[in-house]
Nanobody, 127 residues
């Protein structure tokens, strides 16, 4: 069983930055691929970024490239999402997700492949 708790959301002005954290309660965090998704009310949850078990490979949605950075600290059982140059369109609830790296493989960007989810953290970007 994996429990995920996100933090770091909040209200920020356009052009500002936020750093989201996701703390995992799991026996072997390094066995898991981790990802961030986001969802706006009334819309589907969409992929933001993902990272493999070691941190050697990262993946980004087009809108996140160059602005967001995903990273992980396996010693702290934590994955991060550094978000810079935030835009009002980035306003959403951001969710952390986890799945065994050996299982998810090439489907690391695929929402329905993830079995474990956090409760989400609200990010609001004002114009």
């Amino acid at each position: 069983q994996v429990q995920l708790v996100e933090s770091g959301g909040g209200l920020v002005q356009a052009g500002g930055s936020l750093r989201l954290s996701c703390a995992a309660s799991v026996r072997t965090f390094s066995n898991y691929a981790m990802a961030w998704f986001r969802q706006v009310l009334g819309k589907e949850r969409e992929f933001v970024a993902a990272i493999n078990w070691s941190g050697s490979r990262t993946y980004y949605a087009d809108f996140a490239k160059g602005r967001f950075t995903i990273s992980r600290d396996n010693a702290k059982n934590t994955v991060y999402l550094q978000m810079n140059s935030l835009e009002p369109e980035d306003t959403a609830v951001y969710y952390c997700a986890a799945d065994p790296d050996s299982k998810i493989g090439a489907r690391i960007k695929t929402r329905w492949e993830y079995d474990y989810w956090g409760q989400g953290t609200q990010v609001t970007v004002s114009s």
